[in-house]
């Protein structure tokens, strides 16, 4: 079993940043993303990274903006958010998988998932 935990979200105004991180406690990790929700909306994929970070993904609405970074030695990963905007106000989920390391933007590729952090974007 693995326990992700969630922490950074808050409200910001738009063109500021927010940092998310998901620590992750239990297994041995290979890729984990960033999913988010937004009210009335399906979730949608952010961002996705390999074991080694070497390989990145980024949904198209965040490319440029955002980055997804990850520390092994600390089981957790990272989303650096800039240039916020109000429709990237939404529930951030982490995620992660235990079996497989190629990037996906599929939920059903990833495991286990945290509990979401609220991102509000005011413009």
């Known amino acids: 079993q693995v326990r992700l935990v969630e922490s950074g979200g808050g409200s910001v105004q738009a063109g500021g940043s927010l940092r998310l991180s998901c620590t992750a406690s239990?297994?041995?990790?290979?890729?984990m993303g960033w999913f988010r929700q937004a009210p009335g909306k399906e979730r949608e994929f952010v961002a996705a990274?390999?074991?080694?970070?070497?390989?990145?993904e980024f949904a198209d609405p965040v490319k440029g903006r955002f980055a997804i970074s990850r520390d092994n030695d600390k089981n957790t990963v990272y989303l650096q958010m800039n240039s916020l905007q109000s429709e990237d106000t939404a529930v951030y989920f982490c995620?992660?998988?235990?079996?497989?390391?190629?990037?996906?933007?599929?939920?059903?590729?990833?495991?286990?998932w945290g509990q979401g952090t609220q991102v509000t974007v005011s413009s």
């Open positions: 990274i390999t074991r080694s970070g070497g390989t990145t």
């Open positions: 239990g297994r041995t990790l290979y890729k």
């Open positions: 995620a992660v998988d235990v079996t497989t390391g190629v990037v996906s933007r599929a939920p059903r590729m990833y495991d286990y």
